[in-house]
């Protein structure tokens, strides 16, 4: 049972350019978070998707931006990139239901900005 | 959102049991302890959750104090795989989606 994958590994863009990253969450999945970890910081959460709509989203810009696919699958999409987006970018999916479901996260894709 | 507090690092011996702590003094109600650890070079992976009761898992043992303000994260015999960044987060029941991170414990196991 393939657990969360995401693409590409690393990546290297130059400021302003855009950026897309792909997510697959673990079978029997319905619910796609997107953090962003600075070095040597937590993770940050950008936002959640379930039912292929934005659920919640955290304090960040429009700039960021994901969609949904009916196969749950899912992209995170950065526009006009700064430099302070050089992160690891992680992501985590989950199954919908009620209390403490836990989430299980990908490797993350290495973004550099330069 | 609920904040928690970590050492930002601990040391233990291998083969010997480590006790990594975590204070939420703003804890609700309704907010379960999650435990969460990151191996170098990969994401974070579940080890343990809990509300009110001490919890068991293959992995772990949660204490939780009776006011629930503090928890522990309890690993029997430490080793070398078990050098990663622990983090202690809560979650609200319902009303939110996102887990708050914060910088974690960075735990170093000794041969």
């Known amino acids: 049972d393939a657990g969360v994958t995401q693409s590409p590994t690393h990546l290297i863009k130059t400021r302003g350019q855009q950026v897309t990253l792909r997510c697959s969450p673990k079978s029997g999945h319905d619910t796609v978070s997107w953090y962003q970890q600075a070095l040597g910081q937590g993770p940050q959460f950008i936002f959640q998707?379930?039912?292929?709509?934005?659920?919640q989203r955290g304090n960040f810009p429009d700039r960021f931006s994901g969609h949904q696919f009916p196969n749950y699958s899912s992209e995170l999409n950065v526009n006009a990139l700064l430099l302070g987006d050089s992160a690891l970018y992680l992501c985590?999916?989950?199954?919908?239901?009620?209390?403490?479901?836990?989430?299980?996260f990908g490797p993350g894709t290495r973004l550099t900005v330069t | 959102d609920a904040k928690t507090t970590q050492p930002n690092s601990m040391e233990s011996n291998e083969e010997e049991p480590v006790h990594l702590p975590c204070n939420h003094s703003t804890i609700s109600g309704t907010d379960y302890i999650h435990w969460y650890r990151q191996l170098p070079s990969q994401g974070p992976e579940y080890v343990i959750h809990g509300l009110t009761s001490n919890v068991n898992n293959r992995m772990a043992s949660l204490a939780i104090a009776e006011d629930r303000k503090s928890s522990t994260l309890i690993l029997h015999r430490a080793t070398l795989r078990d050098a990663a960044v622990y983090y202690c987060?809560?979650?609200?029941?319902?009303?939110?989606?996102?887990?708050?991170f914060g910088t974690g414990t960075r735990l170093k196991v000794l041969a």
């Open positions: 987060i809560l979650r609200p029941f319902s009303g939110t989606y996102k887990y708050i």
């Open positions: 985590a999916s989950s199954l919908n239901r009620g209390g403490t479901y836990e989430q299980y």
């Open positions: 998707y379930y039912e292929e709509e934005e659920r």
